[in-house]
């Protein structure tokens, strides 16, 4: 069983920056995509961007492209989601996940293994 737990969130104003974290349970954390998404009150779960096996190959959302930064630490378990200039759209309940398999990827289908969320709120 893997288990996913993010830290990081908070309470911040627009145009400071953040960086969330997900530590991975498991084994074999190296061999899957690892995804970052947010859910705000009332609407659908979207996703905010992926990083696959290889950690050269990234996808992020249009709305968070250029802002935010994915990486991961294979050797730690660990993902990151460097968040930069936020705004208040992006507050939101951020989750992690990981891939059914290593491509990166921005389908919620393809992620097997969710986390619990940290609460982003971004003050005006």
């Known amino acids: 069983q893997v288990q996913l737990v993010e830290s990081g969130g908070g309470l911040v104003q627009a145009g400071a920056s953040l960086t969330l974290s997900c530590v991975a349970s498991g084994r074999s954390f190296s061999n899957y995509a690892m995804g970052w998404f947010r859910q705000a009150p009332g609407k659908e779960r979207e996703f905010v961007a992926s990083i696959g096996y290889s950690v050269h190959n990234t996808l992020y959302a249009d709305s968070v492209k250029g802002r935010f930064t994915i990486s991961r630490d294979n050797a730690k378990n660990t993902m990151f989601l460097q968040m930069f200039s936020v705004k208040p759209e992006d507050t939101a309940v951020y989750l992690c996940?990981?891939?059914?398999?290593?491509?990166?990827?921005?389908?919620?289908?393809?992620?097997?293994?969710w986390g619990q969320g940290t609460q982003v709120t971004v003050s005006s």
């Open positions: 996940a990981r891939g059914r398999q290593g491509y990166d990827t921005s389908s919620l289908r393809d992620y097997d293994f």
